[in-house]
């Protein structure tokens, strides 16, 4: 059986990927903020408060989920990959530079595989590692005001944005910035080696290395045939051709990527921020955005140059309808029309709901306008707490990284 099986973005959700906030929250300063990409410091014992209660949203609808620092401190006992891990950080965390290096080294690899996991997600502060002053380099003194060898990642928790599971197989993705890459680094670790993953041999669908971004939180599997991408400001065009043609060339099962281009702004870093699927015919959208997306169709070329035919299309509606061989398609409104509502809900991810079945989504119970329009079109809701969660900008979509889906019948 396949470790990975994600065929819809609405089947019932049977294991998912999570990561619960830790200590890398501890880190965030006024200063690093813009730079870490959060708007606002979140109270993390409240964040961990809410997340368990999302874990357990999930775990009551028979969903199993997986914790990421648990499955990379599984892999960190096996010597050879620790030793692994810690040569690639060395390199991505400028420390090979460094005078340093050995003692950094020693100690790295000194530390059990707790200590080391909680190294790599909440960083490696300058003031833990002893060496002698004489090592010390020009650059140690140059660049003393900041605080880290290895930075901290505290956008761990929004789990669907470094790997999508489209099929049976995965897209390790390559982000954007530089402060998101390291949880892309060590999800393919745990993807090559955990014992679980590694026995049923899963496709990679796009790697890291590639350095044209894409995020998850761009991408919605429509169906077994057809995914839906976002070029946003953190998907590139170049990265979503380089992804259609790995699916189009293996047995993906994908003959669709469905191009939805969305305004660059920091409001919607993703597509699932302002437009989600809810049920096998319906979809939540940002109004404000609507007459502003760009829609093009990416299939096989049959005959021609190149591998991909780009056919541009004029409505979301009708090219939805197309993709999942319907024609029914429905699009709700966020924000219960109330343009200052919706723009406020939006902020707070009205529009990053979580399928757990067809019709049954993940919200956060803020946005009262939003659910309420889910609920009057046949949606059920399950709502979660989110006043701490949400400061990260993400809502239970980005803070999810589903693993397998029942197929919908
Ligand atoms: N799928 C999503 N919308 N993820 C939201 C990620 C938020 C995160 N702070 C970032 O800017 O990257």
Partial sequence: MSFYNVKSEVGKLEAVLLHRPGKELEKLTPQYLEELLFDDIPWLGKMQEEHDSFADALRNRGCKVYYYDQMLEEILNENHVKNEIISEIIGFSGISKLKEKDVITEYLKSRDSKELTEILISGLHKNVINYQKSN????????????????????????????????????????????????????????????????????????????????GGDILVLSEKAIAVGCSARTSPEAIEVLAENLFKVESGIREVLVIEIPVKRAYMHLDTVFTMLDINKFTIFPEIKDELKIFKITPALKGIGLLKITPKDSLRTALNEALDRDDVQILHSGGHDKITAAREQWNDSTNTLAVAPGTVVTYRRNKASNETLRNNGIEVIEIEGSELVRGRGGPRCMSMPLRRASII
């Fill in 136 to 215: 010390r380099s020009l650059s140690y003194y140059i660049k003393d005001d900041y605080p880290y060898y290895i930075n901290p990642i505290p956008n761990l928790y929004f789990t669907r944005d470094p790997g999508t599971v489209i099929g049976n197989g995965v897209s390790i993705n390559s982000m954007k910035t530089h402060a998101r890459n390291r949880e892309t680094m060590t999800l393919s670790y745990i993807n090559k080696y955990h014992r679980d993953i590694k026995a049923s041999t899963p496709p990679l669908w796009y790697n890291y290395h590639n350095t044209d971004s894409i995020e």
